[in-house]
């Protein structure tokens, strides 16, 4: 296994739509690897979860923590339940040293496969669907940056020194 190199903001692959993988390509020895080594990444980084892209990757595998510990979806797609939205302030390793306000889905459907080729459907509410919806919108070329709320961009530093302050505490 190895930890492999982000990739930071202003890097195409993170702007590109990232490729299916399929049942066939999920069982090769590449793919494979991609996934143990990007659990081995996020890991080292200290992250709660990682997508293909930010590790030059372009196809669709996320892997991340919603609960019970790390696991990889392949190919997921997420549905929103309900249009009430949670605001968090998110930062991601593809854009060190900020943080933004980002609303997202406060419940969402989730279909995907394990690594294994096994499909599952799970509901996610509260942080772990935030934690889903940001990963998987690296699969789509997003990044949270697009969509925070205005004038919440900062660094992590002045983040955690004046959020409580400017934003009443929220997040």
């Known amino acids: 296994m190895a930890i492999l190199k982000i990739a930071r903001m202003g890097h195409p ?13 999920l069982a090769t020895p590449e793919v494979q690897r991609l996934v143990d080594d990007m659990l081995e990444t996020v890991r080292d980084y200290d992250g709660v979860g990682l997508a293909a892209p930010q590790v030059h990757a372009s196809l669709r595998i996320v892997v991340l923590d919603v609960g019970a510990g790390m ?4 190919d997921p797609v997420i549905e929103p339940l309900t249009e009430e939205l949670a605001y968090t302030f998110e930062g991601c390793l593809s854009v ?3 943080r933004g306000l980002v609303g997202r889905p406060r419940a969402i459907r989730v279909r995907a496969s394990t690594r294994e080729g096994q499909p599952f459907e799970r509901r996610l509410e509260g942080f772990s ?3 889903a ?5 690296h699969l789509d070329g997003v990044l949270y940056v697009d969509k925070i709320v205005p004038r919440t961009l900062m660094f992590t530093e002045e983040y955690r020194r004046y959020a409580g302050e400017l934003f009443g505490g929220e997040e």
Request: proline share 7%; glycine share 10%.
């Open 96 to 98: 060190p040293g900020l």
């Open 13 to 25: 692959v993170l702007r590109t739509t990232a490729a299916p993988v399929g049942r066939e390509r």
């Open 129 to 131: 669907a935030i934690v």
């Open 133 to 137: 919806g940001h990963e998987c919108d």
């Open 71 to 74: 696991e990889a979806w392949i």
